[in-house]
């Protein structure tokens, strides 16, 4: 069967190309991908090339297909998996597989080290290490960008999972943020603080019950208060607080004050930046646990820690990059239950949108950019849809049923766009 693909060949080397899949064996599944989230890692990975932990070094030789956040439906499984998998299954994909035997060791991941398997394809061929992990996870839901987005949900439970708290006198660690306690999500309006909002406000088992939402652009803060409101936060148990620090004279005092003086069990730091990540240190309370979640480009970066504090009131630091499965797990689960992740997604394109995207996505504003990988469209926002109205009666309904949905994206949509795609360029 061909497919067609964006693949990485180099720094900033991706192309566009249609080629044929191999026969998969008795070992393997054949998969069409229906919908790709473009990730910052992507950006990463085409910007490094072979200096990417997760990029092979033959890659000029024997190119990836980039994108690791995507799902579809599975078309044909191989003999060994077909007790467990049938045609016309919906998927997701777990793609920090972690398996010793991959191209590159245990830091191969679909998305960036394999030929056959990748987000932004047509169709693809899913190798035997995702089954033998468990990564291939099915998904039951509506629509598939719900399915694309799990895994970017998930890389945020693993991060609060990750969290951990100590008892003095004890070398045991309290897994987990604290329940009850005061949260901070620092630079967290953007694609990935928003996820980490939802999932705070939606969550059963635990939550804070003070979580202060920080940026410093107004608009941005104004959207995710829309989307994730105080109101609701408060019907949860749940103090939510959206605060501009670029408009505070002392931003450390003053976010301190709200917490009550004391600081914040829990903080999350949501962009490399070395005065947010000081920042992050400087509220923490006793026991407080940071973590670093956003990943930077440099391998130089640094930022100053009070040591003091680590020493006389026990503050720490971790750092998550993904989930691992059960968080995947966690992460579909919690759209069953009526988690929506259409708040992250700001524009829609084409498999021919992702290269352009790809290679420019931190000069691009908004959330995220879902891609559907069997229609041909420019990256467009969302809100950009009435206006492409005037002229072209498909994006005149998808901004009536985005319009009914708070700008959002929506299954409703989804299947409107992918029914009628063949007339957006009329």
Known sequence: MKTKAIRLYGKKD?????????????????????????????????????????????????????????????????????????????????????????????????????????????????????????????????????????????????????????????????????????????????????????????????????????????????????????????SRGIDLRYVNTGSMENPVEELKAISGGNGYDDVFVFAPVKPVVEQGDAILAFDGCMNFFAGPGDPKFSAMFNFYNVHYAYTHVVGTSGGNTDDMVEALEMMSIGLDPAGLVTHIGGLNAVIEATNHLPEIPGGKKLIYTHITLPLTPISEFGKLGETNPVFKQLATICDKNKGLWSVEAEAYLLSNADKLAN
């Open 14 to 234: 991706l192309r566009l190309e249609e080629f044929e899949l191999p026969q998969i064996k008795d070992n393997e599944i054949l998969a069409k991908v229906v919908s790709d989230s473009l990730c910052m890692s992507s950006y990463k990975a085409s910007s490094q090339g072979t200096d990417h932990k997760r990029i092979p070094n033959d890659v000029a030789e024997k190119p990836i297909i980039i994108g690791h956040e995507f799902a579809g439906e599975l078309v044909e499984v191989g003999s060994k998996w077909a007790s467990k998998f049938k045609a016309g299954d919906k998927f997701s994909i777990q793609p920090a597989l972690y398996y010793e035997d991959g191209p590159v060791g245990i830091l191969s991941a679909p998305g960036y080290s394999y030929r056959y398997i990748g987000g932004d394809a047509t169709y693809v061929i899913i190798p035997n290490e995702v089954m033998e992990k468990n990564c291939l996870l099915a998904y039951k839901g509506e629509g598939f960008y719900p399915a694309s987005l799990a895994e970017p949900l998930s890389c945020v439970i693993g991060a609060m999972h990750a969290n951990y708290h100590t008892n003095p006198g004890s070398y045991v660690h309290n897994m987990e943020i604290v329940n009850g306690g005061k949260m901070a999500i620092l630079a967290g309006v953007g694609p990935m603080g928003l996820a980490a909002i939802n999932y705070v406000l939606l969550r059963e088992d635990r939550r804070p019950s003070l979580c202060v939402v920080t940026d410093v652009d107004q608009t941005r803060l104004d959207r995710a208060a829309t989307f994730y409101s105080v109101e609701f936060a408060a």
